[in-house]
């Protein structure tokens, strides 16, 4: 359960409980919808929406989520928690982690070892994953604990508030060392897995800067004003500098087995209920320094 109270003012009196669960508490139509049955209070009394306040009472709505996640069994497993409140928690994602179970992954995902941590927690909560980073990918990822929270959080994404910084090992050195890669990216015919730069794609734009360099290779630093798939991969490839060990827009390496070399570094977003700053770094991890020797 995670409730949300609101005491009922002049300002709020005489209002539905629909009317002050969407303007006052930001819930979503569909928010509402969730909360129907029993999960709404009027001075500890379940009520309907159409439920008109009074002057002194307080409303109060429950937006946890009412099941977790039955497809994804709880696995324990190692997790790197950097922040964490009762709407969410943000992780350190190691490299080769898959997120999702999938094919050949069913025990071994971030997924799994989250709902054994909410299973420690004494929490009923599903898997709601915000910026979701690929398998062969580091770092900071946002996780909601509720669907409420996940709804707000999604909102930040879309409107380019919940800002992610990455750090990136490449092949070669991109020209200039400083610049805006603006660039549409769609599905690669044929492929349901690949991406390229196309001019029927989804606008696409990724701000990068080369930090150092070595053994041919060149560290950058990358922002993103859009959050296309694989779009750090994909644009570094169309500047001819592929991510090291990028097995699908470059070629493998024996000196990273299991990831390629990107690292999301920072984040920063609104806690989705209360909307105070939330920011966070990680550092580039060894694996990743020791390629530029």
Not at 58 to 81: E, F, K, M, N, T
Not at 87 to 105: C, F, M, R, T
Request: glycine share 12%; with cysteine.
């Amino acid at each position: 359960m995670r409730w949300l109270t609101l005491p009922i003012g002049a300002d709020q009196a005489g209002k539905t409980a629909e009317t002050l669960l969407r303007r006052e508490l930001g819930l979503s139509a569909a928010g509402v919808r969730r909360a129907k049955t029993g999960r709404i209070l009027l001075d500890g009394v379940p009520v309907f929406t159409t439920a008109v306040a009074r002057r002194g009472q307080v409303l109060a709505v429950d937006v946890g989520d009412p099941a977790g996640s039955d497809q994804i069994p709880p696995v324990p497993g190692p997790l790197d928690i950097r922040y964490e409140d009762e709407d969410l928690l943000i992780v350190d994602k190691a490299g080769g982690v898959p997120v999702h179970p999938s094919q050949g992954h069913h025990g071994d995902t971030l997924a799994n070892f989250l709902m054994a941590h909410y299973r420690d927690q004494g929490l009923v909560a599903a898997f709601h994953p915000v910026n979701r980073l690929d398998r062969g990918t580091s770092g900071l990822m946002a996780v909601a604990k509720h669907a409420h929270a996940h709804e707000g959080l999604q909102a930040q994404l879309q409107a380019g508030e919940l800002r992610r910084t990455y750090l990136a090992v490449c092949e070669g050195v991109p020209v200039p060392r400083r610049g805006c890669v603006e660039a549409p990216i769609a599905r690669a015919p044929g492929s349901v897995l690949k991406r390229e730069v196309s001019p029927q794609g989804a606008p696409a734009r990724t701000h990068y800067e080369v930090l150092a360099t070595g053994r041919g290779r060149a560290l950058v630093r990358l922002a993103l004003d859009t959050g296309r798939t694989h779009q750090i991969r994909v644009h570094l490839a169309h500047l001819g500098c592929p991510l090291v060990g990028d097995f699908l827009y470059g070629a493998e390496t024996e000196e990273l087995p299991d990831r390629f070399a990107l690292h999301s570094a920072a984040i920063r977003l609104r806690q989705p209920v209360t909307g105070v700053g939330v920011a966070l770094e990680a550092g580039l991890p060894a694996e990743l320094a020791a390629l530029l020797g």
